[in-house]
């Protein structure tokens, strides 16, 4: 039987049609809460799905009371040796002669007012805070409060004084710079906008990465001499971690580990979470603010106190920068090639590469389901309390359910704090990563399934309280992963051959690398 429409009923469906094609175009916001939340369902419909199942198969059913891993301090170095006694410099003030670590000289005249404009996440701008204060200090100059730009992805508007407590940071440096919290009324022309509108003579903007001290020396002291202020922008990465003298360095890590304090509510809402982590309950359920702890046994008795910290940027950002394949299919291939374009005009060095290279080489961060792999070869067992810290995953609760099967005590803010106690801090991504951050300094064990600042930052500051990190071995797993046929014990016997080394144990800077990263022996000395 044939159907026929008429001329009038085929216009209508055309226009119906079209309509649909073009409703994401005209309204994209209609969309945009699934985009979020879950694949898009126009450019990216096919749910994700795990892709080692025999491994995930095996995973499942590991043995629930035999966990091996050990919660204590970091393991010893490369070659077996105890972890060297390392002092932060700031522990012993009494015996400060015996690492030769102050003398550092109040400056006794400003050269002017430094204005530094930092863009990137949380982490980013920490560290070119910290580069600040050392320019600063290289310039005899006076700082004002570092501005922090709205990033393009993360849109957080939050400012230094709504991040980080500033009477702190002024008060902790206080014999180092002088600090301003805003410039005197003769300078408040000098703006953001004043700098976006123009070519001033007061903007530096031509400052390398990793510029060296002489090159403030000889670019940005006759602009403060000339006009007593001088803005620079950019200024991440801006400062070198090679030839500067030792109080320069020391001076970056104090600002580091001790000015950089969080807001009081911040701190607060971290240690409520800390201390429902804490707790020795299978599950927290949430009812408004009061929390009912069921299901104790003997296991979590013995465990309580204990958590372990996951960091999972696995948001869209990072899976389109990567060019890696996480296994959606030609849609989601599409879709993080259309992404990639938006955001970066295909300016993507990974995408070169095949998926296979990429993963050779360990460029592809960690899916959900790897990550949870990863943990369980190492010896976590579905009894660990684990904090998920992370944003948005890309792929939402369909990509992140493998994970959750395997740590099913998974806890993150959501879970764990109720609405009224997210309220400050709900929908300002850097706020959201400050209180993760916070988290994961007063964790047990932290692992991240990434590179990036966060994963950089939280190395380095754990590293510098002596706290145990692993440090995933990403072209290992990339290798391994890529073996669709390997069975757990194979796969669990590389995972921990190649990790004895990598599971906090301390490794000093090397030429070029962060401060930040690895702030022995610079920020410390030999007991």
Known sequence: MKLYLSGSQTQRAAIAGLFVLLLPLLQPNLFGPLGRASPSMFSEWNAPKPRHLTLLHSALQRQTFNSRVDFGLPWPTKDGSRVPRLRKYHDRVAEKNACGLFGLVLPEKSQGYIQVFLDGGLNQQKMGICDAVAVAKIMNATLVIPHLEVNPVWQDSSSFTEIFDVDHFIDVLRDEISIVKELPSEFSWSTREYYATGIRATRIKTAPVHASANWYLENVVPVLQSYGIAAIAPFSHRLTFENLPANIQRLRCKVNFQALAFVPHIRALGDTLVNRLRSPSNKIQAVGTEYLLEGRDQIEKQKAGKFVVLHLRFDKDMAAHSACDFGGGKAERLALAKYRQVLWQGRVLNSQFTDEELRNQGRCPLTPEEIGLLLAALGFD??????????????????????????????????????????????????????????????????????????????????????????????????????????????????????????????????????YTYPAPNCMCQA
């Open 382 to 515: 579905n009894n660990t309390r684990l904090y998920l810290a992370s944003h948005k995953v890309y792929g939402g609760e369909a990509r992140i359910s493998t994970l959750r099967k395997l740590f099913p005590l998974m806890e993150d803010k959501k879970s764990l704090a109720s609405v009224e106690e997210r309220a400050k801090v709900e929908g300002k991504a850097s706020l959201l990563a400050a209180v993760d951050y916070y988290v994961s300094m007063q964790s047990n064990i932290f692992i991240s399934a990434s590179p990036g600042n966060m994963h950089n930052a939280l190395v380095g500051h754990r590293a510098y309280m002596n706290l145990k990190t692993i440090r995933p071995n990403m072209a290992l797993l990339g290798q391994l992963f890529l073996n669709k046929s390997m069975e757990w014990s194979e796969f669990q016997g590389a995972v921990i051959e190649g990790h004895k080394s990598r599971q906090g144990q301390i490794r000093l800077r090397k030429e070029k690398q962060s401060i």
